[in-house]
């Protein structure tokens, strides 16, 4: 049973961070690719951040030079290190994996965690 599950979320204040984690299991992590999304109230889904099996990442604009996201194949897990944070970037965080990078950046993954709450105060 494939499960990704998030962890991290929470309050923080305008310019605070957060680092949100997705523990992975039931999939064979190292050949999956993984991406980080988010839902805000009464917006679509929008893809933040992607992480390639070999490391490369993909940023929406709106989150470069203050999202990171990164992968560590042997704890299975996937990280979203969130600086200099903003009203705007409250939403509910997803994390989901796919078998293609292709799936990822369409916002079509195989499997999807349960979310994170994010809000950021001003």
């Known amino acids: 049973q494939v499960q990704l599950v998030e962890s991290g979320g929470g309050l923080v204040q305008a310019g605070g961070s957060l680092r949100l984690s997705c523990a992975a299991s039931?999939?064979?992590?190292?050949?999956?690719?993984m991406g980080w999304y988010r839902q805000a109230p009464g917006k679509q889904r929008e893809l933040v951040a992607a992480v390639t099996t070999g490391g490369t990442t993909t940023y929406a604009d709106s989150v470069k030079g203050r999202f990171t996201i990164s992968r560590d194949n042997l704890k299975k897990t996937v990280y979203l290190q969130m600086n200099s944070l903003k009203p705007e970037d409250t939403a509910v965080y997803y994390c989901?994996?796919?078998?293609?990078?292709?799936?990822?950046?369409?916002?079509?993954?195989?499997?999807w965690g349960q979310g994170t709450q994010v809000t950021v105060s001003s």
């Open positions: 989901a994996s796919a078998g293609t990078i292709a799936a990822i950046l369409k916002s079509t993954p195989s499997w």
């Open positions: 039931g999939i064979i992590f190292s050949i999956d690719h």
